[in-house]
């Protein structure tokens, strides 16, 4: 029913009761005017004809109230009603506003982003940082937008292209006779010939390694691949599971930067400085790292098959559990790191500075650690099976239980070591210095032991010298003589 057919139905109601009160009071009046009535009666019919007329009277105003009550509330309805349809209008047009704004900025930002100088590229890309900040939904596509811009502008393919050009025979023959030749490419005067990364190329780095990984998507991964960044100042970056394979990154700054479970494969980082960095689950797949400062660095679970660490300094650096299948850890500096439980299987650690490492559990199968320094390194438990320790430091090393079978420690100085029961069978010791060693159980079964100082040897039994291979040369405890199979076969 519409609000003019209330209305009216509304009116008429009122109308009637209006006239059904003034009748009554009317009869009321006729009645106490009759003569016969006495004075008694008339009164009380007069007394009756105003109190009905009061009622209805009372009836009629709590009716208009209740009437206006309801049309002022009708009105406030359709006001809150009115409002809310504004407001959302207002909010439709604020949406619009702002959409409108982002794209005004984002279509500015991008266009400045191929501009020929490079203080307007610089200024576009921290703008458009500004609005991945004011606009969360545009977050993922400036990073992608930013990415895009270092591979296009930092390729590692520009950079092949350009060193073939520069040492090409074309440019040695255009030269004057006798004029200076270019040098090629080379890690000795690495930071002297490195040109300086580009200023938008840097803010670029800056701008997506400060980023909120939190407005990050799921299964979405920054792409850096095969990127030219040497020299790039990457301090504390985030750069979490980033994808960055054959990328050169070499004398970078990348001070406690998060490369957590990033694709590094094939990536350098010559002499680039890592201290405190995290590389959790990172691949480094044929990765070179050479000279690169890893100090304290996490490589917990990291996959490192191949890896180039020559003369890298790792010390106090965790490994715990990485894979170093075939490294080459030549010369580099291990002490105080963590390589429990990784895996260093034909391994490369000639020269490697191990001192006071743990090396609990871990895998050496075949590795070469020749000239290597254990002093004080733990590991006990450690499979050695195979492995190379000629000339070896291994002072006052803990050996317990671990396996050396068939291993070559010629040479190696084990002075104070302890040895308590590992497997030794058919290791060769020959000349090695086991002076003050703890030999408690250990299987030295057709050990060679020719040449070789057990003076002073804890522990040592007859029954694992019998077991030995030795001769005249090989110089035992006080307390113990030469098996007799040894003076016969000398």
Not at 26 to 45: C, H, M, N, T, W
Request: hydrophobic fraction near 40%; aromatic fraction near 6%.
């Amino acid at each position: 029913m519409s609000a003019n057919k209330t209305d009216a139905l509304l009116n008429w109601l009122i109308a009637i009761t209006v006239i059904f009160a003034l009748s009554l009071t009317v009869i009321f009046f006729a009645l106490s005017s009759i003569k016969e009535l006495s004075v008694q009666e008339k009164i009380q019919y007069r007394n009756q004809a105003l109190t009905t007329t009061a009622i209805v009277f009372l009836a009629s105003a709590v009716m208009f109230n209740a009437y206006y009550a309801a049309k002022r509330a009708q009105s406030m309805h359709k006001n809150a009603i009115a409002t809310e349809k504004n407001l959302e209008i207002g909010i439709q047009n604020a949406k619009l506003n702002q959409d409108r704004l982002v794209a005004e900025r984002f279509m500015a930002a991008i266009a400045q982003l191929g501009h020929e100088k490079i203080e307007t590229r610089t200024g576009a890309i921290y703008a458009l940082e500004r609005v991945a900040q004011d606009f969360p939904k545009e977050h993922w596509t400036i990073m992608e937008i930013l990415t895009a811009f270092v591979r296009e502008n930092a390729s590692t393919q520009s950079m092949e292209i350009q060193q073939q050009l520069e040492y090409s025979p074309a440019v040695y023959t255009s030269r004057r006779r006798g004029g200076p030749r270019p040098r090629p490419y080379s890690d000795q005067n690495l930071h002297e010939e490195l040109p300086k990364l580009r200023t938008d190329i840097q803010a670029a780095l800056a701008v997506i390694g400060r980023r909120n990984s939190l407005e990050d998507p799921k299964d979405q991964k920054l792409d850096l691949r095969n990127t030219d960044i040497r020299r790039a100042d990457l301090l504390g970056v985030n750069f979490q599971q980033a994808d960055l394979r054959g990328s050169d990154l070499s004398a970078a700054d990348m001070r406690g930067a998060d490369l957590s479970e990033a694709n590094l494969d094939g990536a350098k980082f010559v002499g680039s400085i890592l201290y405190e960095a995290k590389l959790r689950k990172a691949s480094l797949i044929g990765a070179n790292l050479q000279r690169a400062n890893l100090n304290r660095t996490d490589f917990s679970g990291a996959n490192l098959r191949s890896a180039n660490l020559q003369a890298a300094s790792l010390r106090a650096a965790n490994l715990q559990g990485a894979n170093l299948y075939k490294a080459n850890l030549q010369q580099a500096t291990l002490k105080i790191a963590n390589l429990s439980g990784a895996k260093l299987f034909l391994a490369n650690l000639q020269g490697a500075k191990l001192g006071k490492a743990n090396l609990h559990l871990t895998g050496l199968i075949g590795a070469n650690l020749n000239g290597a320094n254990l002093n004080g390194a733990d590991l006990s438990g450690a499979n050695l099976n195979a492995a190379k320790l000629k000339q070896t430091d291994v002072y006052f090393a803990n050996l317990s239980e671990a396996s050396l079978t068939e291993a070559d420690l010629y040479q190696a100085n084990f002075i104070g070591a302890n040895l308590q029961r590992a497997n030794l069978y058919q290791a060769n010791l020959t000349r090695s210095n086991l002076m003050g060693a703890n030999l408690s159980g250990a299987n030295l079964g057709d050990v060679k032991l020719e040449g070789a100082v057990l003076t002073g040897a804890k522990n040592l039994e007859l029954h694992q010298i019998t077991m030995a291979l030795g001769d005249r040369t090989t110089r035992l405890p006080d307390y113990m003589e030469p098996p007799t199979h040894w003076r016969q076969s000398s």
